[in-house]
């Protein structure tokens, strides 16, 4: 009799579970819930205007899948409380549509902005952009050999904060401006907030061309060396947000991605006597560093 009323309920089981998954197509998931929007863009300081991009994570990027948007955007100046309502617009950008967020108000050094949303089901983000302080650029060598660094000091810099400052250094061979990413050196001080980058030119033909086909300063087609930096602000921690309120949503970093950015550039001497035929006569023009 047990084993009778085993196999029965073993019966009914494979009854309804066949039953389920004959049904499992016509059974969506409530999605609303889990809204989720992609806030991104760089704000050019001491520029405008600039933009924020906001996507729905769960539309295409189609033409077709691009509705618009029922979402409040504000962009709020901490420091003196100025804000601005955003308004919308549809954009394309090699066949991938988003909504772009105009913002007018000058974007300023060393100020925190908010960007806040909230849409009509009452998911809502708040995203503070902290910019950076005027980035002041000095070469302390500006005249260099092939061999030789030159260093380059760059104040303001707060990494331990969370900047970022990205670099790159280029030769001229032939009619092209090479340029690389790669750094000789790099040292921060954190207590006075100074960044010091160093290159020799041959080391950048290095990066360039791999360490077997670099080429010699005599090689190059310019007595120059160019540099240029962008200085990159951060996202700070929003401390008023009410962790309790299950609608507002803390942004991911791959995702709530609003970032100041300022540029710079400049140029460094080589040495004339590196483009003359005779490399005894830069000798001694070495750095001993």
Not at 125 to 152: H, M
Not at 196 to 215: C, K
Not at 239 to 249: A, F, G, K, L
């Amino acid at each position: 009799m047990n084993r009778y009323k085993h196999l029965l309920g073993t019966f009914l089981l494979v009854i309804v579970g066949s039953f389920l998954q004959g049904c499992e197509s016509s059974i969506e998931p409530i999605t609303e819930g889990n809204r989720t929007y992609s806030i991104y863009g760089p704000l050019n300081i001491n520029e405008a205007p600039n933009y924020i991009r906001v996507h729905d994570n769960k539309a295409l990027l189609s033409e077709e899948s691009t509705y618009p948007l029922d979402v409040e955007m504000t962009f709020t100046n901490l420091s003196s409380g100025e804000m601005e309502v955003l308004e919308d617009s549809m954009v394309e950008f090699d066949n991938v549509y988003t909504h772009n967020f105009e913002i007018n108000m000058p974007v300023q050094f060393d100020q925190r902005y908010r960007i806040s949303m909230q849409d009509e089901k009452g998911v809502s983000y708040d995203i503070t952009s902290v910019t950076t302080k005027e980035t002041a650029l000095t070469v302390l060598k500006d005249s260099v050999t092939c061999i030789s660094p030159f260093r380059i000091r760059l104040t303001n810099i707060d990494l331990e904060a969370g900047e970022r400052l990205d670099a790159e250094v280029a030769i001229k061979v032939g009619q092209q401006w090479l340029w690389t990413p790669r750094e000789m050196g790099r040292v921060h001080d954190e207590d006075t907030e100074n960044l010091i980058l160093s290159w020799t030119p041959y080391s950048i033909s290095e990066f360039v061309f791999g360490p077997f086909d670099a080429l010699y300063c005599d090689e190059f087609s310019s007595e120059k060396v160019r540099f240029r930096f962008t200085h990159i602000g951060y996202i700070e921690g929003d401390e008023q947000s009410d962790e309790r309120d299950e609608n507002r949503i803390q942004p991911a970093p791959d995702k709530q991605i609003v970032l100041s950015k300022y540029s710079g550039e400049t140029e460094i001497q080589i040495h004339p006597c590196e483009f003359d035929g005779d490399p005894l006569s830069c000798e001694i023009h070495h750095d001993p560093e």
